[in-house]
């Protein structure tokens, strides 16, 4: 569950701290006073997108922090793979967000926006104000279906989608093969051109790098050759005053006195080892030198080798590499236009094998997901009656598509009829806002039986409801909060009257700037909270009294 929300320099957020409960909380609020900067701030941190103005005016950075509890072997196992610390079972989220830039961590390692969605996603399903328009679109039914179905499906996709791509890689491969016969040989000739002259040029890898090194000193062979005698100047014996010439007097200046004073044997045998020293150097900077001298020859044999093969990288590729696979791919090709019939016919076998594997994979897919998908239904026709529709019908549809793709051939269409005596028709054409709202909470709440995710979000569940039917949703969320923790943001008090735990957010203003912060409501709180929004600008004492039985009804009403 979500333990902590720490806001940061957020929009028109300050600093909010906010400590989350188990159960059903409700957060509540005027219109405009930020109840959804705050459901806001909680996707920014789990890898949405930022905004320009998401920093606070007059902030170096805003920042979010989410303290998660979970007990999730999944997450566990996540974080294990992610190599991320996992302690005392707790997840810390931060994300610091700088001039457009931003820095996410888990439990104090950065981690990159993937690694952190992926983990978010085991953590929390965040209902936002417009999911419920998703339900229009039929390309998500499938997904949904899916989602119920889990592990029965997942490995199967998974081996549906491989052997798919190797399906179209084959066809790929035939359609690149399928040209008339004057093409053909025109290939085989420019093939055959291509492979001998890579072929001949005897590549190896690596060796544009040694050669590139080996013209760079021998181009700068003249300017090498003037240091290194000026280095011989000064350490040789030629010249007046130079290391050499000047080792060879201390030597035999020293050698005389050591027949006075046999102390500086010493200082005479290191004096030795350095001329040595000096002797070795000056010899093989000489050896240097003379080679140095003699290498014209070959210069021209290294920028001759080098030519070739950049002019061989400008046909063929950035590297060595690169060419030696356009050689290997067209001595593929090349062998495959020698026999040409004979390929054709192989690649049509192995495309029809393909096929049949594939077609396998699929009717297998639509069987799991027709026996899915007929549970999925029924259980979200039952969570549709505990949401006030009286008389609904509901179906899942699958029907075949003309070709397979990597999800398999099947089309889902999800029908309804909401009104005795209706007949069923597609979800997107009879469904109102309101109703679309109420048709994914029962969705949501099938989902929450089967789901490890601990917390759910709703943002403004309750559009487009009132009534008896805001009642019902309030039930229902009561029902899902039973096992796990709900975050709820709501304009109605039948919902906010079956709070766990209840916060108002509010707009502070001091004429200049503009805050919005929230607190928890303690029981009196909630009563006057819930009367405003019962009574709108006159709160009466009729009305105080009205939400205050609307809270001890809802205690009694309480799924928990």
């Given at each position: 569950m979500l333990l902590n929300l720490h806001?940061?320099?957020?929009a028109i957020i300050d600093e909010v701290d906010i400590t989350l409960k188990d159960g059903l909380n409700i957060l509540t609020g005027e219109t405009g006073a930020g109840k959804s900067i705050i459901i806001g701030s909680i996707n920014v941190c789990l890898g949405g997108k930022i905004s320009k103005d998401i920093i606070r005016r007059g902030a170096d950075y805003a920042m979010v922090e989410l303290l998660f509890e979970t007990g999730s072997k999944a997450v566990e196992s996540r974080m294990k793979e992610l190599d991320l610390p996992f302690e005392d079972r707790q997840i810390l989220i931060t994300?610091?967000?700088?001039?457009?830039?931003?820095?996410?961590?888990?439990?104090?390692?950065?981690?990159?926006?993937?690694?952190?969605?992926?983990?978010?996603?085991?953590?929390?399903?965040?209902?936002?104000?417009?999911?419920?328009?998703?339900?229009?679109?039929?390309?998500?039914?499938?997904?949904?279906?899916?989602?119920?179905?889990?592990?029965?499906?997942?490995?199967l996709k998974q081996k549906l989608s491989k052997e798919y791509l190797q399906l179209t890689e084959l066809k790929n491969k035939l359609s690149e093969l399928m040209i008339d016969e004057d093409k053909r040989l025109r290939e085989i000739s420019y093939l055959e051109y291509e492979i001998k002259e890579i072929t001949e040029a005897r590549l190896k890898q690596g060796e544009d790098e040694l050669l590139t090194s080996e013209y760079k000193k021998l181009s700068n062979a003249r300017i090498i050759a003037e240091g290194i005698g000026q280095v011989y100047d000064c350490m040789g014996y030629q010249s007046a005053g130079s290391a050499g010439e000047m080792l060879g007097r201390s030597v035999k200046q020293l050698s005389k006195l050591i027949e006075y004073d046999k102390d500086l044997e010493g200082i005479y045998n290191q004096i030795l080892d350095v001329e040595a020293l000096v002797n070795d150097f000056n010899r093989n900077l000489s050896e240097y030198q003379s080679d140095l001298n003699n290498q014209e020859e070959d210069f021209a044999a290294v920028e001759e080798r080098l030519n070739l093969i950049n002019h061989l990288k400008a046909k063929y590729g950035n590297s060595i590499a690169d060419i030696l696979k356009v050689l290997e791919e067209g001595e593929i090709k090349l062998e495959q236009y020698y026999n040409y019939e004979v390929t054709l016919e192989e690649l049509n076998r192995q495309i029809a094998e393909q096929e049949?594997?594939?077609?396998?994979?699929?009717?297998?897919?639509?069987?799991?997901?027709?026996?899915?998908?007929?549970?999925?239904?029924?259980?979200?026709?039952?969570?549709?009656?505990?949401?006030?529709?009286?008389?609904?019908?509901?179906?899942?549809?699958?029907?075949?598509?003309?070709?397979?793709?990597?999800?398999?051939?099947?089309?889902?269409?999800?029908?309804?009829?909401?009104?005795?005596g209706e007949e069923m028709k597609t979800l997107s054409k009879v469904a109102s806002g309101g109703e679309l709202s109420r048709i994914m909470l029962a969705i949501k709440s099938v989902f929450a039986d089967k789901d490890e995710i601990d917390t759910l979000i709703f943002d403004e569940i309750d559009?487009?409801?009132?009534?008896?039917?805001?009642?019902?949703?309030?039930?229902?969320?009561?029902?899902?909060?039973?096992?796990?923790?709900?975050?709820?943001?709501?304009?109605?008090?039948?919902?906010?009257?079956?709070?766990?735990?209840?916060?108002?957010?509010?707009?502070?203003?001091d004429g200049q700037t503009t805050r919005t912060g929230i607190r928890q409501l303690e029981e009196q709180q909630s009563v006057e909270e819930i009367a405003r929004i019962l009574g709108g600008a006159e709160i009466t004492k009729t009305v105080l009294d009205s939400a205050k039985e609307m809270i001890t009804l809802a205690k009694k009403n309480k799924k928990r």
């Open positions: 806001v940061k320099n957020f994300r610091k967000i700088t001039n457009g830039k931003s820095i996410s961590k888990i439990n104090g390692e950065t981690v990159t926006s993937q690694s952190l969605k992926e983990i978010a996603a085991l953590l929390i399903d965040i209902h936002g104000q417009h999911e419920h328009q998703s339900l229009l679109y039929k390309e998500n039914y499938l997904d949904i279906i899916d989602r119920y179905a889990k592990e029965e499906v997942f490995r049949r594997e594939v077609h396998s994979l699929c009717v297998r897919l639509s069987e799991i997901r027709k026996k899915n998908a007929k549970v999925l239904a029924a259980e979200i026709k039952n969570a549709l009656l505990d949401l006030n529709f009286l008389d609904v019908q509901f179906a899942i549809e699958l029907t075949r598509k003309d070709n397979y793709t990597k999800d398999g051939f099947d089309d889902a269409e999800y029908l309804i009829s909401v009104n005795p559009t487009g409801i009132s009534g008896r039917t805001a009642q019902k949703v309030s039930e229902k969320l009561s029902e899902i909060s039973s096992s796990h923790q709900i975050i709820c943001i709501t304009h109605l008090a039948q919902i906010a009257s079956m709070a766990d735990s209840h916060f108002i957010i509010e707009k502070q203003t």
